[in-house]
C-alpha cells in the first residue's frame, strides 16, 4: 500500500510569512498515462475538507494564488506565499495514483504564532 | 452551486447497523464518481468507498471490506453507504464527496455500548 507522510505535523506561522509542507511517498505517484494524481486539501476547523489542489499543481476554482503546489515522482510540497488568519487549519495530501486504493497524509496542522 | 447533503447518522451499539445516504444537487449526479471519506474524532481523514458513475463498480478499503456496502441511485440523485458490524473503530465523522472535490457537512456514527 502506498503510505504518505507529511511534514511537519505542527506548523506555527507568522502573519504573512510564507509557510511550506511536504509530503513523501511511499511509490512514485506516476500514473501510466503521465498524470500524477497527488491532491491537497484544506480542513478548516469545524468545516468539511475543500480540495485545493489537484495533480500536483492545479489550483482549484477559487482558491487564493497564493496557494501552489509543486513536485513530482515521489516528493510533492504545497506552498503558502503569505499566511493569513483564514488559512489556520489541517493540510491534507492524498494520492489518487494507485486507484482503486486512496491515501491521504497524516495531516499537517498550521496555526497563526 | 453543488449542494451534498448528509443523513442517517447516529448511536449505534457494537454489531450493529446503520444507513448514511447522501442526495446531491446543482450538479448532474449520475456523472460522478462518488466516494465515501471517514475521520475519527481528532484524527486524520480515512478514504472509506468508492462507486462508479453508474454503480456497476465499487471498492472499499480494507479495513470495511465485507461489513460496508455503498450504492446509488443515480433516479433520486443519492447515494448511500450501508455499515453492518459495526465497532468502536467505525466511531468517525462521514463524509459523501463527488468526486474528492465537493464534500457533504458530513455525520458522525458513533458505535458505543
Known amino acids: 500500500d502506498v503510505v504518505l507522510i507529511q511534514s511537519p505535523l505542527s506548523l506555527p506561522v507568522t502573519l504573512g510569512q510564507p509557510a511550506s509542507i511536504s509530503c513523501r511517498s511511499s511509490?512514485?505517484?506516476?500514473?501510466?498515462?503521465?498524470?500524477?494524481?497527488l491532491n491537497w486539501f484544506q480542513q478548516r476547523p469545524g468545516q468539511s475538507p475543500r480540495r485545493l489542489i489537484y495533480k500536483v499543481s492545479n489550483r482549484d476554482s477559487g482558491v487564493p494564488d497564493r496557494f501552489s503546489g509543486s513536485g513530482s515522482g515521489t516528493d510533492f510540497t504545497l506552498r503558502i506565499s503569505r499566511v493569513e488568519a483564514e488559512d489556520v487549519g489541517i493540510y491534507y495530501c492524498m494520492q489518487g495514483t494507485h486507484w482503486p486504493l486512496y491515501t491521504f497524509g497524516q495531516g499537517t496542522k498550521l496555526e497563526i504564532k | 452551486e453543488v449542494q451534498l447533503v448528509q443523513s442517517g447518522g447516529g448511536l449505534v451499539q457494537p454489531g450493529g447497523s446503520l444507513r448514511l445516504s447522501c442526495v446531491g444537487s446543482g450538479f448532474t449526479f449520475r456523472s460522478y464518481w462518488m466516494h465515501w471519506v471517514r475521520q475519527a474524532p481528532g484524527k486524520g481523514l480515512v478514504w472509506v468507498s468508492r462507486i462508479n458513475s453508474d454503480g456497476s463498480t465499487t471498492t472499499y478499503a480494507d479495513s470495511v471490506k465485507g461489513r460496508f456496502t455503498i450504492s446509488r441511485d443515480n433516479a433520486k440523485n443519492s447515494l448511500h453507504l450501508q455499515m453492518n458490524s459495526l465497532g468502536a473503530e467505525d466511531t468517525a465523522v462521514y463524509y459523501c464527496?463527488?468526486?474528492?472535490?465537493?464534500w457533504g457537512q458530513g455525520t458522525l456514527v458513533t458505535v458505543s455500548s
Open positions: 511509490q512514485s505517484l506516476v500514473y501510466s498515462d503521465g498524470n500524477t494524481f
Open positions: 464527496t463527488r468526486d474528492l472535490v465537493d
